[in-house]
Each structure stands twice: as C-alpha cells, then as structure tokens.
C-alpha cells in the first residue's frame, strides 16, 4: 500500500526565511506532485515532478524529487505572507493507481 | 477551454438523507475521480469513473456511489448520510488510455455539512 509522509505538518515562519518541506512516499512512483491550498477552497497544482533529480521552481517555490530516495522536497525561499497556505504533496503512477496524499503542511507566514 | 466544474458549491443536509453531486470534466477529459477531504486532512480516493464504469475504489463504504454519463461528466451520490460524512468533496478529471493516466486537474469542490 501506497503512504505518502510529510512533514512537518505544521510551520510558523518568519518573513524572509528560507525552509524545506519533505515528503516520503513508500514505494515505487511515477509521479509527484505539490498543491496548495487555501482554507475553504480547492486544490491548486504547483508543481509535477517526473523523473529523478528533477527540479522545477516557481517564484519562491522550488521543488526538486530524488526517486531513488522516494523524497520530494518543496523548498521555500525569502517566505512572505502570501504564501500561507497548507501545502500537500501526492503521488501515484500513470497505471491505475488514484492519487496518495500526505496530510499536508499547514505553513503560517508571519511577520 | 473549460476546467472541473462541481455543483453546488455548499450543501447542509440531516443524517440519514440523500445527496447527489455533481462534476463536469475538462474538455478533453475522459476520466473523472472523487476525492473527500476532511476538515484537517489530506484528500481521500473514493472512487474513478473510466467509460462509464468504475475504474477503482477506495477504501470507503457502498453508500458512496457513482455515475459516468457519455458525455464523462459524473455524479457522486451518498445515501443514508453520517456526520462523519461531512467533508470537502472534490472531483478530479484526466485523459486516460488503458493503462496510461494523464494528469489529474481539481474542480472547486463541493462543501457537505451533514447535521
């Protein structure tokens, strides 16, 4: 059975630092992905990781997988307030296998 | 392009009664999956819809149930309703050819209170 750990869960951060966001998964994956989201609304995709070493960033998000290791990482830099969120990693394979998420990370950015 | 859309939005309904929801697809799609997410956790597979049959379950009980209509939008009916079932409900629609799924994109969702 597919399981997907992150952590932490929950991350108080102050503005203008930068921190790291990991998630485990328990076995063999095509696919990674990050979404974010804000309370009460839906999930919005941030990145898909396809390969290992891959990395992609966007603005102050960086996401890079390592699928030998089974590790994504999801590396905040310079943290500003907009970026308070939860955060959810999920993995599954182009086969038949639905979507595993992590219990996300609940990132508070504070001043 | 149209994207996922769900309806409705918000819903309150009593135990023991009845509910439908509903998924449009993203153009192109022809797969839709359902997902419920409760207040603190990560989203849970309930089920895939694949040319009108149901691709996949999760780990959840018969009174969740589905439809695929022909034209791959989808419906997601709960009978006999819980509290516990008070949840996010998200749809997800994908291209899929057999084996080979293609990424998954979220609709809004649909938010269930269960009194």
């Known amino acids: 059975e597919l399981k997907v750990e992150q952590n932490p869960l929950f991350l108080s951060m102050q503005e203008g630092k930068n921190y790291t966001i990991y998630c485990n998964y328990s076995?063999?994956?095509?696919?990674l992905y990050w979404y974010r989201q804000d309370p009460g609304k839906s999930l919005e995709s941030l990145f898909v990781?396809?390969?290992?070493?891959a990395v992609k960033q966007e603005g102050r998000l960086m996401a890079s997988l390592d699928t030998k290791a089974r590790l994504s990482t999801l590396h905040i830099t310079a943290a500003v307030h907009d970026l308070s969120a939860t955060y959810f990693c999920?993995?599954?394979?182009?086969?038949?296998?639905?979507?595993?998420f992590g219990k996300g990370t609940r990132l508070s950015v504070i001043a | 392009e149209t994207g996922v859309t769900q309806s409705p939005t918000h819903l309150i309904k009593t135990r023991g009664q009845q509910v439908t929801l509903r998924c449009s697809s993203q153009s192109g799609h022809n797969t839709v999956s359902w997902y419920q997410q409760a207040l603190g956790q990560g989203p849970q597979f309930i089920f895939q819809?694949?040319?009108?049959?149901?691709?996949g379950r999760g780990n959840f009980p018969p009174r969740f149930s589905g439809l695929q209509f022909p034209n791959y939008s989808s419906e997601l009916n709960v009978n006999a309703l819980e509290l516990d079932d008070s949840a996010l409900y998200l749809c997800?629609?994908?291209?899929?050819?057999?084996?080979?799924?293609?990424?998954?994109?979220f609709g809004p969702g649909t938010r269930l209170l269960v009194l």
């Open positions: 997800a629609s994908s291209f899929r050819t057999g084996a080979l799924q293609e990424t998954q994109y």
């Open positions: 076995t063999t994956s095509d696919r």
């Open positions: 990781l396809l390969s290992n070493g």
């Open positions: 999920a993995v599954d394979t182009s086969g038949n296998t639905p979507l595993v």
């Open positions: 819809y694949y040319r009108e049959e149901e691709n």
